[in-house]
């Protein structure tokens, strides 16, 4: 048996005592006892934790024995803790190093790591693996596993099997914590209404809100019995209209009502400046994460109520009038395509699914443009070189998706600053993309641009045409300390590719590797990646004074363009970086004259250059050289010798791939 299977072998028999152990008792507190170690030993990590969700007051809640007595930790959701961030986000963590702030920021702007316990019990945590405990879409709780033996982190296989022994776990919570199988189970279960007048009314409604209204409508069912059956499904706290206990909390003062309206939560606090989000439908992942974008480091609590009450606690004296008038005003031009046609809007428009469309309309670019009379704005997509129409957006619905935009690009969204640029990632069938938006001041107002890029991993070095003499040669160059390794080509996208396929090359391990790239279409986990161009406000020579403020052991530059961002990489090159370069151009020798064209130091790139790569295609069969530079080549770039001199030496130092 292979160390494989023998590792799985292992996993299955402790997971087999586990769920034998969590069929036997219903306290949990007792259970833990006894599957703690098989975990322990499962993951071989040195400490482990287990909250649970509480229905009482929304948050987690970790119980544990101290002699007889038992004591508990309880922790909000958010940033403030890697648990808590887990629990609003749903999503699991794997984490190397919670000490490493820079890691942390890669995940959420705000997530910190409470070191806390480390410093009262002396205790190091290192690396963790953390994982949502769900049923049924419900949060049920988060498990917590620190520190791991035998290797450095956590692996993604260990994520696998934690993943489906949360599973297990959650089960267990879901019996122990009464959770039901629908919204309103909880009403049968009492002898409130009947399973079959439950059926007739659910086939009139269309969401939950919907049909818990028309239960009350129908029924002499109490609001708040109602609530507290959507508390049992969601197990979160039901909140309905309590203006004296509860308003809105400073953090959403400053943002649209409409946005809260269409997005279906809001912002409350009470008289111990508690955060409480009430929300319409807790198991809406994307709408949790625009919560976590808007909260930022203030950790709170969800709650579940009807849409009625937000928009009361939202504006409690104007909702009347507000719903008379209509939230929206969708108007469309009959002279342009039908949106049907084109995209789908809806009458409260997601992002999520505007970006979605559009990337099946193979759009590029996303334009929402105001008005000159200020009161509306076109919504339109670049498609195959052409601007097309989507529709025309209300003042309301405009500042809906403006604030949507701004959620999701971790951008102020309590402020109008003019120029605000962000970033976000976005998945779709498997495929994931970059997505840039750009705020920019017209006389109209703010005019907003949204890019669309895929990414892409980096191709494997190995299915490069590239010979293994070529290949232990570039190796060995790019896993300098410090020197200039430079890529040479013509096609753009190619030479992107090809310098992130070098760059997997590198030993990562204990280094920090930056990336400073114009267009980002490929990405790799492990590094930072920094875009360039007007609309991000850095050019390259900005881009590479800022980067190297970070001490970077490696930085890949897509190309040397002008001479402050060369003098920089080569004077860096030289004492503290690796850097790996593209540069356009035909072959090595046009190269090293464009290098000499802008004015550097032929001495200085001499001493700097550990070799140069250039991808040729004889009868579209890629044919790769490498120069390794030797002693005399480089004497003769030193020298600034002539350009045929420079040109021989290069044809006899260069290496050609085996085709």
Known sequence: MGALETKQAGYNSYLTRILQSLHQDRDFTRTLDRIETDILEMFSADRLTIYQTNISDGMLVSRYKTGKDLKEIKIKLGVSSISGFVGLSRKPLRIDDVYNVESLLDIDDSLTFNDGFDKKSGFKSGAMLVIPILKNGALLGVMQLINAHGHPVFTEVDQEHALELATFIGHKFGDIQNITQSYYDYLITQDLIS?????????????????????????????????????????????????????????????????FRSRNFVLLTDSDNSLIILLNDPSDDECRNEIQNIISNEPGVIYIGFNDDISRYLEPEAVEKIDEAGALSLTHNKNSPSMAEIINVESRLELGTLIQDAIKQNAVTIHLEPDMGMTSSQLRIRANGICQYLATLGSLETENLISQIKAWAKLDIKTNTPYQNGVFTFKVDERRWHITVNFIPVIQGQSVVIHLTELHQALPFEQLNISAEQSRQIKEAVNNKEGLFLVVGTDKSVLNSNLHSILSLIDRQNKKVWTIEKNIKVTQEGIQQVRTGDTEGLNPSLAIESVFQADPDVLLIDDICDIDATVTSLDSALTTSMIISGIEGQ???????????????????????????????????????????SDKLRGLIREQAGTELVQQKINEDTIQSEV
């Open 195 to 259: 399973e079959s007048l439950l059926g007739k009314l659910t086939k009139q409604s269309v969401n939950a809100d919907d049909l818990g209204n028309l239960i009350i409508e129908k029924t002499e069912i109490d609001k708040a019995d109602v609530g507290i059956s959507l508390a049992h499904f969601y197990q979160v706290p039901f909140l309905g209209f309590e203006p004296d206990k509860y308003w809105i909390h400073p953090i959403a003062e400053p943002i649209s009502i409409e946005y």
């Open 587 to 629: 072959s090595i020798g046009e190269c090293l004259s464009r290098l000499s064209d802008l004015g550097i130091n032929q001495e200085l790139l001499a001493e700097v250059l550990l070799g140069v790569l250039i991808l040729n295609r004889e009868n579209d069969c890629p044919n790769y050289e490498l120069l390794v530079p």
